[in-house]
């Protein structure tokens, strides 16, 4: 699925080599170089952040050819009666191609991969995400700039899915396969939900929010990551300030979601188990 490594290695030195001197993107071989970093991204050979064995990697590189592909693209006019867009960003086109169904307005900027049989209801999907196999963007859900989406996720309504590109080092928001995200949850600063979890309508997450599970006999309280297969809604906790106590939003894991229940299914119902609005 990825470009060999000796011509990643070769773009990545010289998109350093571009980072550092900016005046090298007068020379053709470095922007040549950076279009065909954001090419390898559209078609899912080069990814901002990567799988490993002890968890996520962010490129960096990668990021900042994103960034330099900015610099050196040239504002146009689209007319597509009756919209008119003035942008320097291409955005996607043959999605039959692709296999990728696409519904009227929906709208993916060039350097965004869209796998095969993704479905994209009026929403937008901005340049450095991944949208693997099988997932659903659902009618105004957004998915921001390097954000990661797995296999078979359902992002529904109205769903934020934060986008980054700088500061360089940080991690993009990252939903692994098989996750449900209920309608308008915000999900942004590089959060991690992991595979096949749950998360109720309007939970949102931030770096800080407190993640808190209160599914057993004491409260386990995670920040930044969602656990695998977790049913997540949301909660508040009472904060004390010097005006005095206030309620703090949080997310409360109360349960996990059934192996026996089937996994299409179990989407939705392992929010009806807990009488959990989806």
Do not use: H
């Given at each position: 699925m990825y470009v060999c490594k000796k011509n990643s290695m070769v773009l990545e030195t010289l998109i350093l080599e571009a980072w550092q001197n900016?005046?090298?993107?007068?020379?053709?071989?470095?922007?040549?170089?950076?279009?065909?970093?954001?090419?390898?991204?559209?078609?899912?050979?080069?990814?901002?952040?990567?799988?490993?064995?002890?968890?996520?990697?962010?490129?960096?590189?990668?990021?900042?050819?994103?960034?330099?592909?900015?610099?050196?693209?040239?504002?146009?006019?689209?007319?597509?009666?009756?919209?008119?867009?003035?942008?320097?960003?291409?955005?996607?086109?043959?999605?039959?191609?692709?296999?990728?169904?696409?519904?009227?307005?929906?709208?993916?900027?060039?350097?965004?991969?869209?796998?095969?049989?993704?479905?994209?209801?009026?929403?937008?999907?901005?340049?450095?995400?991944?949208?693997?196999?099988?997932?659903?963007?659902?009618?105004?859900?957004?998915?921001?700039?390097?954000?990661?989406i797995g296999k078979h996720v359902h992002l529904s309504g109205g769903v934020g899915i934060g986008g980054v590109l700088e500061p360089l080092q940080a991690s993009p928001v990252i939903i692994e396969d098989g996750c449900f995200i209920g309608s308008r949850c915000i999900v942004v600063e590089g959060v991690i939900v992991e595979k096949e979890a749950v998360l109720g309508a309007n939970v949102v997450l931030t770096q800080s929010t407190k993640i808190i599970d209160v599914s057993g006999n004491e409260p386990i309280e995670y920040k930044g990551r969602v656990p695998a297969r977790s049913v997540v809604i949301p909660g508040s906790y009472t904060k004390k300030f010097n005006a005095g106590e206030y309620h703090v939003s949080c997310a409360l894991i109360i349960g996990q979601r059934k192996a026996s229940t089937d996994l299409k299914t179990s989407l939705n119902d392992a929010l009806r188990d807990f009488n959990v609005s989806a």
């Open positions: 900016r005046e090298l993107l007068k020379d053709p071989k470095y922007t040549d170089a950076v279009k065909s970093v954001i090419e390898e991204i559209d078609k899912g050979r080069v990814r901002v952040a990567s799988p490993g064995e002890s968890g996520w990697v962010v490129n960096e590189w990668v990021k900042q050819a994103i960034l330099l592909y900015f610099g050196i693209q040239q504002m146009q006019t689209w007319n597509l009666p009756p919209f008119e867009f003035y942008d320097k960003m291409l955005l996607k086109t043959d999605y039959k191609e692709l296999g990728v169904r696409a519904v009227p307005p929906a709208t993916a900027r060039y350097g965004a991969y869209i796998a095969k049989s993704v479905v994209l209801m009026p929403s937008y999907v901005n340049i450095g995400a991944y949208v693997d196999e099988g997932s659903m963007v659902d009618t105004w859900a957004t998915v921001g700039s390097c954000a990661q």
